[in-house]
C-alpha cells in the first residue's frame, strides 16, 4: 500500500499540459457503394473531414460530392450512373448516384454469383472498386418469437431464426432489420462468418437494427407484440465482411481512450476510403402476435 500512495503522488506531481500539434490533412473521397441481387446500384460519395471538426447536419449536408463521373460495370457491359437527391426528414438533401433511367442502353440489376466494378473519376482522380454478389447460399428456415427473459414488461420479445449453414468455410452473411414497415437496418454487430458452425444448423435470437446516428437505448435491444418485423440476410464476399467487421469494431472502440486504434479495410483504390459491397439479400417475415 506505501508503495501504491508512493506511485499516485509520483504520478500527480509530474502532471504537465501536453499539446498535440495534428497537422491538416487534405480531402479524401469516401464511398459507401452497393448493389444487392434484383437492385440497381446505389453509390453516394461524400468528402472526409477533420478528426476535430464539429459534425453536424450542415456539415454533413455540405460534404456531398457532385458532378462525378461514376461508371459500373459487368463484364463488357457498363452504364454511367446518374446523380439523384431525397429530402431528408430534417430537411437536408441527400445525394447519391444510381442507374440513369434516362439512358436505357446498359442499365442492369444485381444478379446473383456476378461481379462488379465500379469506377469513379472525381477531379483529377480515378478511383476504382471490384466486388461480387455471391450465390444464396444462407438464407433463414424460419422464425418465430419468444418472451424477453428477466424482463417486467411481457410485450417485449425476443425473436429468433433457424438457419442451415452449407458445408464448406466462406459463406459470409450481414443482416438487417425493418420494423413496422420502417427502414432497414445493420445490427450492432451485423457481419458474421461460418468458422465455428460450418455445415451446421444452428438458432439465433435477431436482435434489432440499430441507427447509429441516434443514442442506442436499452429498449431498442427488443421487439415489441404487435411489431412486423423483416429479417434481411445477406451472403456477402470476403472482402465485404473484412469491411464492415472492422467498420463495427472501429464504432465500438469510438469513444473509449484505452481502446486501439482500428484500421477499416476498405476496396476502393487510390487512397479513396470505404467500401463497394455485393450483398445476395434473402428476405423473411414475422407478424408477433
Known amino acids: 500500500m506505501k508503495w501504491l500512495v508512493l506511485t499516485c503522488l509520483a504520478l ?16 479524401v473521397l469516401v464511398v459507401d457503394a452497393s448493389i444487392e441481387n434484383g437492385k440497381p446500384p446505389l453509390v453516394v460519395l461524400t468528402k472526409s473531414f477533420g478528426f476535430f471538426s464539429t459534425v453536424s447536419p450542415e456539415l454533413l449536408a455540405n460534404s456531398f460530392i457532385h458532378d462525378a463521373s461514376v461508371v459500373i460495370s459487368k463484364g463488357s457491359e457498363e452504364h454511367a450512373l446518374k446523380e439523384y437527391h431525397f429530402d431528408s426528414s430534417g430537411g437536408y438533401r441527400i445525394y447519391y448516384y444510381s442507374t440513369d433511367t434516362s439512358n436505357a442502353n446498359g442499365i442492369f440489376t444485381g444478379e446473383l454469383n456476378t461481379s462488379y466494378q465500379l469506377r469513379i473519376i472525381y477531379g483529377d482522380k480515378e478511383y476504382s472498386a471490384i466486388t461480387t454478389i455471391p450465390p444464396l447460399a444462407k438464407k433463414p ?45 445493420p445490427g450492432e454487430n451485423s457481419v458474421y462468418d461460418d468458422q465455428f458452425i460450418d455445415g451446421s444448423t444452428y438458432e439465433i435470437p435477431v436482435e434489432p437494427g440499430i441507427d447509429r446516428n441516434n443514442k442506442i437505448k436499452y429498449e431498442d435491444n427488443y421487439f415489441r407484440k404487435g411489431d412486423t418485423v423483416v429479417l434481411k440476410m445477406c451472403n456477402i464476399d ?7 467487421s472492422s467498420m463495427e469494431f472501429a464504432y465500438q472502440g469510438n469513444g473509449n481512450p484505452f481502446a486501439s486504434p482500428v484500421k477499416v479495410i476498405g476496396n476502393i483504390s487510390n487512397g479513396g476510403l470505404g467500401a463497394f459491397c455485393g450483398y445476395a439479400a434473402a428476405y423473411k417475415t414475422l407478424i408477433i402476435h
Open 12 to 27: 500527480v506531481s509530474c502532471e504537465k499540459n501536453i499539446d498535440f500539434n495534428l497537422k491538416e490533412t487534405p480531402e
Open 141 to 185: 428456415d424460419s422464425m418465430w418469437w419468444k418472451p424477453a427473459p428477466f424482463n417486467a414488461d411481457t410485450n417485449k420479445v425476443v425473436v429468433m431464426t433457424r438457419i442451415i449453414d452449407p458445408p464448406g468455410l466462406g459463406n459470409y452473411i450481414r443482416y438487417f432489420t425493418s420494423k413496422n414497415r420502417g427502414p432497414f437496418l
Open 238 to 244: 470476403r472482402t465485404t465482411f473484412k469491411f464492415w
